[in-house]
């Protein structure tokens, strides 16, 4: 069956530490692969995307990598500050593209 | 400013009764979408449109019904068919040639 798959538990991580937030995914084959933050009671917003062809993107702080043979995307937010605790959300964006498929995100707690 | 506008903020609903959820956005976006958020999971889709007077069922549209007269609007109606409606609604649109997502700020609907 298709899944796509965020630590389930949330994630605890000390000011100024590099967070990594994981996404993977089974039996899809997606042709860009989306994060979004969320915060709590608010629609989510876009931050990253990246291609199939593409190994690595940095944005700032951030930084996202793709690996389409272990199916499986890593989310980094480098200095992490308390502000940039949220959801995160991963999501999925196939080649017949009319719509996107999201996973259940990962809460993050940057910790002062 | 650009944006998606969602209203109101919070409903609440006798049961058996339909309620409609307005989604408006003056971004000149052709697709909208609405998704449905429970506690602790991703974001469902419920029903998306990539042009006026046309739509498609999401994954879980059981309950619900959308109309697209208008570029700019696109509203929800949960109906009392929909047997557990209490949730976090969210419309989101997508510009042309893009992928990312906008999303609105969100609707809490509340069944009593």
């Known amino acids: 069956s298709q899944k796509i798959e965020q630590n389930s538990e949330a994630l605890n991580i000390q000011e100024g530490k590099t967070a990594t937030l994981t996404c993977n995914y089974t039996?899809?084959?997606?042709?860009?692969l989306q994060w979004y933050r969320q915060d709590p009671g608010r629609g989510p917003v876009f931050l990253l995307l990246?291609?199939?062809?593409?190994k690595e993107k940095r944005k700032e702080r951030l930084k996202v990598t793709f690996d389409t043979t272990l199916k499986q995307s890593l989310f980094h937010i480098t200095a992490s500050q308390p502000a940039d605790s949220a959801t995160y959300l991963c999501a999925l964006d196939m080649y017949w593209g009319d719509k996107i498929i999201f996973g259940k995100g990962t809460r993050l707690h940057i910790l002062p | 400013d650009g944006g998606i506008t969602q209203s109101p903020k919070y409903l609440f609903r006798k049961e058996g009764q339909n309620v409609t959820l307005s989604c408006e956005q003056n971004?000149?976006?052709?697709?909208m979408y609405w998704y449905r958020q429970d506690p602790g999971q991703g974001l469902r889709l419920i029903y998306y449109s990539q042009i006026v007077n046309d739509f498609q069922k999401g994954d879980i549209a059981e309950g619900y019904s959308v109309s697209r007269e208008k570029k700019e609007s696109f509203p929800l109606t949960v109906t009392s068919a929909q047997k557990n409606p209490t949730a976090f609604y969210l419309c989101a649109s997508l510009g042309q040639g893009y992928n990312e997502q906008f999303f609105g700020p969100g609707t809490r609907l509340t069944v009593l």
């Open positions: 990246i291609r199939e062809n593409e």
């Open positions: 039996n899809y084959s997606p042709a860009y």
């Open positions: 971004l000149n976006h052709d697709a």
